[in-house]
């Protein structure tokens, strides 16, 4: 038995807000849950909080990419909000600069960042 | 003697909805009526619905890159709608990120995407 971690909605936003170190089979029920409901509630972009996280290693890492690549073949943007100062040092320092995914400061920077990038489409990527 | 893919008319914008498995020479034919159809109706666009496939495999995300390289190079923009959350962390999964493909959920948002591509051409890829 292992917890899920929540997917909340706010507004056409689906809100990840993840508090505990992940364990592998946690991250593949997240994934499994947030695509579908990305397409069940048709929403326009996934917001990643993170500010609980001291840790990012390359695990996490990685399932920020995956998540965010899942989301963006299903036509959803994706970005990463909360990161401490302390984790973006260590993290390009190990050299994991999260290629792919999309980063705001704050959760309301993220979410005016998901609602430009539906009025703007970007060029390809 | 094989099928034919249905290419259908809304408005300036060509849709393609793919309801069966495809074989080789359905995608040939595919790419052809559709790039024939793309310069003979001056189309904005491209929508191909994959919303009745249940798997996604390298023939038919190569099959996805190609048609929207050649709508790309005729000037007129690919989006694919309807992917199920299977299909997509499928494609993730296998590295199969769609490159140069555009997405969105649902029909009606793909071909939202189109006019706002139409109206704001981004820069050169």
Redesign the interface.
């Known amino acids: 038995m292992t917890d899920r971690v929540p997917v909340l909605k706010i507004g056409q936003i689906l809100l990840v807000s993840i508090q505990t170190d992940l364990e592998d089979q946690m991250v593949l029920d997240l994934?499994?849950d947030l695509?579908?409901r990305?397409?069940d509630t048709?929403?326009e972009g996934v917001v990643i909080d993170i500010t609980a996280l001291e840790i990012v290693d390359s695990f996490v890492g990685r399932m920020l990419a995956?998540i965010a690549?899942?989301s963006?073949?299903?036509?959803?943007e994706t970005v990463v909000v909360g990161m401490r100062p302390a984790v973006a040092m260590t993290l390009v320092e190990l050299g994991l600069s999260l290629p792919g995914v999309r980063t705001a400061l704050t959760l309301e920077r993220g979410m005016e960042q998901i609602k430009r990038l539906n009025?703007?489409?970007?060029?390809?990527?």
Chains 1, 2 share one sequence.
């Open positions: 994934q499994e695509s579908q990305i397409v048709n929403a995956t690549a899942i963006r073949v299903l036509g959803s009025q703007n489409p970007t060029a390809i990527r």
